[in-house]
């Protein structure tokens, strides 16, 4: 059976005029999708970006991209706040395939409950902790989180949102233990210290999960806890509680 190369090398053979088309509308394919002003075109930026990715790291690397194709080994899961000034990936360069990744507005944990509770976060880390086997769970709290503030600002049911106080709940430990510590402080001092309160509490959640307790009881998982100071430019990491841990800043 001929292939669809061998059928339009036939049709073009066969006619001038079909030939002449078909440059035609693979040229104006081609002006649609790479060409554009990526400054003032948002979609030709996306494909500027790509074009760039694939000269620059897809086909100089292609023994990792040819590995990806039959599957992915991440060491890392990350859980980072939707912000987009904190992508882990640009922050820490990681490699395609290097971390399973989690997103969401200020990088919340949920804890485990029977009934699914929050399924978005917790399938993923399932996925990650009991297919992928990963090694290291990191959550990272970044400086300036507005959903922190947000966390911090407004109690219990006075949110104007439909979403976002109702999910910021699941930190509503750290808030209580930002009032108690820090809570005659001014507003960015409370979430400064909120912002790295709530990924305590994320990673206390972890350990509510059975199969994450069981594999860092184990040995076979470690969690750690991080802050992105992007105001100082720093980075600083710990094992579950950054007030009596150790701590490393980079
Ligand atoms: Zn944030």
Known sequence: ??????????????????????????????????????????????????QTFKTNVYEKDSALFD???????????????????????????????EAFMVRNVANMV????????????ASALEYAVKHLKVEHIVVIGHRLCGG????????????SHDFVENWLEIGKAARAATKAVVGSEDVDEQCKFCEKESVNVSLTNLLSYPWVKEKVIGKKLSIHGGFYDF???????????????HSRKF
């Open 67 to 97: 590995k990806l194709k039959t599957g992915q080994w991440p060491k890392y899961m990350v859980i980072a706040c939707s912000d987009s000034r904190v992508d882990p990936a640009t922050i820490f360069g990681f490699n395609a395939g």
């Open 1 to 50: 059976m001929a292939t669809i190369q061998q059928k339009v090398d036939a049709i073009c053979k066969s006619s001038p005029e079909a030939a002449r088309k078909l440059e035609e509308a693979i040229a104006a394919l081609e002006k649609t999708t790479l060409s554009g002003d990526a400054s003032t075109d948002p979609i030709a930026r996306l494909g500027k970006g790509f």
């Open 110 to 121: 949920p804890a485990w409950e029977p009934s699914g509770g929050y399924p978005s976060v």
């Open 231 to 245: 105001v100082e430019g720093s980075f600083q990491v710990w094992d579950l509680d950054v007030n009596v841990g």
């Open 148 to 159: 922190i503030k947000a966390l911090v600002t407004t109690e219990e049911g006075q949110g």
